[in-house]
């Protein structure tokens, strides 16, 4: 079973600018959740999506948005970078049930330039 | 809001010593806590998931243990090898997301 992949693996982006972030869950999985990792904050949640609805939303800007397709995939937007924007992003995916495992995949490095 | 604490920061063993490494949360209404493990550079690694229903869950020479009434788990590590060299972070989840704590780093010297 093929894990929960993340494109691209490296972005570079000058501030002001906008970028999109794609993760593809496991097989079979419709839960997909977002998580930003600086040194500083360490991981932060950002949101969840099931079912193409978001169903909770962390303490982000409205900068930050992200959206679930038919087929679980899922994007995340940020716009007007910010230099604190350069984060690893990670998502996971899980099944149905809430008290299940995630699974992350290996994230998206953001560099804010 | 969940606060996670995990203490302590880093620890540095010799190769065979067990690990003990903990974490503690503010709410203990939480559905689950999972340890993940995270190697640098690298997305996260699940370890273990416990049911806020249950006490502890073992995989091979990883034991955690949950105490959710005092707000506290343990991840023990059996024998430590220079591979389980890496950051280990607790997270408490609940309302589908989870609060992570800040990590541990471990290196095992061989």
């Known amino acids: 079973k093929a894990g929960v992949t993340q494109t691209p693996r490296y972005l570079i982006k000058t501030r002001g600018q906008q970028v999109t972030l794609s993760c593809s869950p496991i097989s079979g999985h419709r839960s997909v959740s977002w998580y930003q990792q600086t040194p500083g904050q360490g991981l932060q949640f950002l949101f969840e999506y099931f079912s193409e609805t978001q169903r909770n939303k962390g303490n982000f800007p409205g900068r930050f948005s992200g959206r679930q397709f038919s087929n679980s995939r899922s994007e995340m937007n940020v716009s007007t970078l910010e230099l604190g924007d350069s984060a690893l992003y990670l998502c996971?995916?899980?099944?149905?049930?809430?008290?299940?495992?995630?699974?992350f995949g290996s994230g998206t490095q953001l560099s804010v330039l | 809001k969940q606060e996670v604490t995990q203490i302590p920061a880093a620890l540095s063993v010799p190769e065979g010593e067990n690990l003990v490494l903990n974490c503690s949360f503010t709410d203990s209404a939480i559905y689950n806590l999972q340890w993940f493990r995270q190697d640098p550079g690298k997305g996260l690694t699940s370890l273990l998931l416990i049911q806020s229903s249950q006490r502890e869950q073992t995989s091979g020479r990883l034991n955690a243990s949950l105490d959710k009434s005092s707000g506290r788990s343990t991840l023990y590590i059996a024998a430590s090898q220079p591979g389980d060299s890496a950051t280990y972070l607790c997270a408490v989840g609940d309302d589908y997301k989870l609060s992570f704590g800040a990590g541990t780093t471990v290196t095992v010297r061989a």
């Open positions: 996971a995916s899980g099944p149905d049930r809430e008290f299940e495992k995630l699974f």
